[in-house]
């Protein structure tokens, strides 16, 4: 900084990139966050990521993680991708999206920042210049793309069509992925769904999953990352679903996640959605598992981690014919009266600090 401030620039090294590009498709059972595992678990068998610590290689360290392949995921699905980066020990990610992708979801933030006005949020005139400039990005929608002769460090190809299982990360470390198959029947006394690798489709779906199957056999820790998911959940019932199931109901936000909120019992073993699972962050001793809300809720039901043929049957029946209900996410300039919610600041008014800006 003290560099930048002396003589105005900041001259800095690009990093070079790593090319992830997926083919195929997703396959039933298989969710986004078992192609987050597919990343590592392939990295593995290429022989550009190791899990020991000793002589540790890991190809996508300090690097750029591109991802390819995946145009038509809403945005709010390319956050699970690009979240877990941070774990493969990326200096960043870009991931190619569609233009019609990228526009659906700068018209729902135009909306909730026009609400936020509304609502009287600080500072008005900043939330306005955002709004414009989302606004004349619409009106003329450009993506970065990478050159056609880029060059990349490494070069990684998934076959969607060849992920017929969910895909783990084990006790503890985010790159020790295994596939459901190698872990099935292991003891789970603790569960978590949560953090910011969730969306509201996810809990819909595990709510499903729990649906009429009684109390859990393992603790579940429920934690939606936002309160305008937790206040849609409720008012489409699926909080009344994991309450009847016993679940723990978290204030929205990160909770166990952090490793500071809140802690699960010493020497537990845990299955998360978070996006880590160092030694003694969810708890003392605790080992954890990371996977799929979808898969989380199942574990939650059984107390234990369940078989390929579990999973994928339940799956069938719970989640994959629901997939349109249960996988919507909140465009806020499709709901009706949301632009007045909670108004305090006047259309006026609020007409005045747009047009000023």
Known sequence: ???AAAIGAMPLDMPESVLVKFTGSLQPGV????????????????????????????VFNGRIMEIEGLPDLKLEQAFELTDATAERSCAG?????????????????????????ARGYGDARTLARRIRAMEAWLADPQLLEADADADYAAVIEIDLD????????????????????????DRIDEVFIGSCMTNIGHYRAAANVLKGQGENAARLWVCPPTRMDEEKLKEEGYYAIFEAAGSRME???????????????DNTTVFSTSTRN????????AQVYLGSAELAAVCAQLGRIPSKEEYLAIAAEKIDPYGDELYRYLNFDQIEGFEDSGRVVSVEEEARVLAEV
């Open 31 to 58: 969710t986004l966050r078992d192609v987050v595992n597919a990343i590592p678990y392939v990295a593995i068998q290429q022989g550009l990521l190791t899990v020991a610590k000793e002589g540790k290689k890991n």
């Open 162 to 185: 060849a992920i017929t299982e969910p895909i783990v990360a084990c006790p503890n470390d985010p790159d020790n992925v295994k596939t459901l198959s190698e872990v099935a029947g």
């Open 278 to 285: 160092f030694n003694n962050r969810l708890g003392n001793g």
């Open 251 to 265: 204030m929205p936000g990160c909770s166990l996640c952090m490793g500071n909120q809140a802690r699960v019992e």
């Open 93 to 117: 990610s870009t991931i190619k999206l569609s233009v019609d992708t990228v526009s659906e979801y700068l018209r729902s933030n135009v909306a909730l920042l026009k609400n936020m006005i």
């Open 1 to 3: 900084m003290a560099f």
